[in-house]
């Protein structure tokens, strides 16, 4: 028997997880999967800190994060005992101490449905396990779950039944900590309501619902509109600022020289040139901060590509990668629908934000041009009144 310290012994099963999930599930696996384990064990870790969970018990959720789902390697149905078998075998060969191995079992026992939960770290993997049931991105791991179990058990439901069966499911599910409730229950409860009223559209009726891009023309046809228009809004964005650029950039270069002829016989004019040289500056600024590029790290680690945080689509994320990086990291999201999807929408999120953060600084770029504008002119044709009316 090999024995490690328990310091190291997380990353080993992370290593083990992570190697046996990619080379021995299909990809049919589009639920059950690497980033799924890895989402798990991430929800887990926030449920122990707001508990302020001790590191030990830590290591145990940690552990039975990563090894509750091995057993898909093997079987479909019937996995858990599976994954019991091979976390047990794993931790064994390692020396691992049997007290906290039993704990380990007994939190991927909590994880199957049937099972009631008793201890609190069993309570947190649960209610960590079904953390997707509270995710914005439910509908898409539901449609992944429904591929899963039409491809290994056979099952066939048509749209109103498989949602209907859900929302039953999240009707009857509750989370068991006071943390997973206020991370996740709101949002469960608005996906209930969503399955709901799509069984209640069908039962009428109505079109057959479409719950991902890849089968809804419809949202294919938005998304692409919605980029390209996103991308014109940006380049003629681009447009006013380098007008507004070359326009005080003029003012500075000619208009204001030849003001200082005048000041030197008119002490007065001073106050309308310097409002006219604040004026064109801070447009200056503000036309510069609109076109200014985005901060970019050019890089993207492996778990964010595993588990959809990042968009290798935008070469802001890649370009200090080398190529064997980019092209692993890119067949991991073309091979993966709900990867693809995902990267579709950050692509289309991200790129709207950027452009709202550049209109609002031209707007102000615009706003500063024409209010000191017409300070400057008032101020102007003030001070040259007062001056005739002196002489």
């Known amino acids: 028997m090999t024995r490690v310290s328990t310091h190291t012994i997380v990353e080993e099963t992370e290593h083990f997880v992570k190697q046996i999930l990619t080379d021995e599930l299909t990809v049919d696996h589009r639920y059950h999967n690497l980033p799924h384990t890895l989402a798990v064990r991430k929800a887990c870790l926030e449920i122990a800190e707001r508990l302020e969970i001790e590191e030990e018990e830590?290591?145990?959720?940690e552990l039975a994060c990563l090894l509750h789902d091995t057993g898909f390697t093997e079987v479909y149905q019937g996995h858990?005992?599976?994954?019991?078998?091979?976390?047990?075998?794993?931790?064994r060969e390692r020396g691992y101490p049997e007290n906290r191995l039993q704990q380990v079992l007994r939190c991927i026992d909590a994880t199957f449905p049937p099972n009631r939960p008793s201890g609190l770290l069993e309570k947190v993997i649960r209610d960590a396990d079904l953390a997707n049931l509270g995710s914005i991105n439910y509908p898409e791991q539901l449609a992944a779950l429904r591929h899963e179990w039409e491809v290994f058990l056979g099952q066939t439901f048509d749209d109103?039944?498989?949602?209907?069966?859900?929302?039953?499911?999240?009707?009857?599910?509750?989370?068991?900590?006071?943390?997973a409730q206020e991370m996740w229950g709101s949002r469960k409860d608005i996906n209930e309501k969503y399955l709901k009223r799509m069984a209640k559209q069908l039962k009428k009726g109505g079109r057959k619902a479409e719950t991902t891009i890849q089968g809804n023309r419809s949202a294919q046809m938005m998304f692409k509109t919605s980029l390209r228009n996103h991308l014109d809004l940006s380049t003629l964005a681009d447009n006013k600022a380098n007008i507004m650029l070359s326009v005080n950039a003029l003012i500075l270069t000619i208009a204001a020289p030849l003001a200082l002829t005048y000041v030197q016989n008119e002490v007065l004019l001073i106050i309308p040139l310097i409002m006219l040289l604040i004026t064109c500056l801070a447009s200056m600024i503000f036309a510069t901060l609109a076109t200014r590029p985005i901060k970019m790290t050019g890089?993207?680690?492996?778990?964010?590509?595993?588990?959809?945080?990042?968009?290798?689509?935008?070469?802001?994320?890649?370009?200090?990668?080398?190529?064997?990086?980019?092209?692993?990291?890119?067949?991991q999201v073309i091979s993966d629908p709900d990867?693809?999807?995902?990267?579709?929408?950050?692509?289309?999120?991200?790129?709207?934000?950027?452009l709202g953060k550049k209109y609002n600084q031209l707007r102000t770029c615009y706003n500063i041009f024409m209010i000191g504008m017409i300070i400057t002119i008032i101020t102007m044709v003030a001070t040259y009144s007062y001056t005739i009316a002196v002489q």
Not at 58 to 61: F, G, M, N, T, Y
Not at 80 to 91: K, N, V, W
Not at 167 to 177: C, I, K, V
């Open 80 to 91: 858990e005992g599976i994954s019991h078998r091979i976390a047990r075998d794993f931790l």
């Open 160 to 179: 109103r039944d498989w949602f209907r069966l859900n929302r039953d499911f999240l009707r009857e599910t509750r989370f068991f900590t006071a943390p």
């Open 58 to 61: 830590k290591e145990i959720l």
């Open 299 to 331: 890089y993207t680690d492996t778990e964010k590509i595993e588990t959809g945080q990042s968009n290798l689509f935008f070469f802001g994320n890649f370009y200090d990668m080398d190529f064997e990086e980019y092209s692993i990291g890119m067949e």
């Open 339 to 354: 990867k693809l999807e995902s990267s579709i929408r950050r692509d289309l999120f991200f790129l709207g934000r950027s």
